[in-house]
């Protein structure tokens, strides 16, 4: 009886992931958030089409985004995007403040919905810009910290 019950449960919040999911992304593209916050560039909100798997920082040179990295960590850190910000408030030599940073996070399409994840929010990506990994269905946002704060989409 228990476990028909916990079943039907999970059947229940599954279905609503289900509607969800299907409600809030689109299979043919990935979806891409910028926001340059401080900065001063407009927010860019963008479905770009695509058909496979792709590492997010080769994703962001394809469509026009000039991503620069740092000489200690290579491509894995975003020190710059699209010139910004600018070389007399970042040198891009080593790890860029705490306080002033592009930080990178990813909203994965569920196959199978969580149930605990009705929201499918955003989350820090757990690797490198480099070797994140992402295709259609999926989001990316790249979002510069001001003071130390991230505004999640």
Do not use: H
Request: charged content about 20%; some cysteine; glycine content about 8%.
């Amino acid at each position: 009886m228990v476990y028909r019950i916990v079943l039907s449960i999970a059947v229940l919040l599954g279905g609503f992931g289900v509607i969800s999911v299907a409600t809030n992304s689109n299979p043919d593209c990935i979806n891409l958030y910028v926001d340059y916050g401080v900065l001063g560039e407009p927010t860019v909100e963008e479905c770009i089409q695509w058909v496979d798997e792709v590492k997010a920082l080769d994703f962001l040179k394809n469509n026009g985004f000039k991503v620069q990295g740092t000489a200690k960590y290579g491509d894995a850190v975003v020190c710059r995007l699209n010139n910004l910000p600018g070389i007399k408030e970042e040198s891009c030599e080593e790890m860029p403040s705490e306080k002033a940073y592009w930080a990178i996070l990813e909203k994965r399409k569920q196959l199978i919905p969580n149930p605990f994840d009705l929201n499918g929010k955003y989350t820090w990506a757990q690797v490198g810009i480099n070797e994140l990994s992402i295709k259609p269905g999926d989001s990316l946002a790249l979002v510069f910290a001001d003071n130390g704060n991230v505004r999640f989409p």
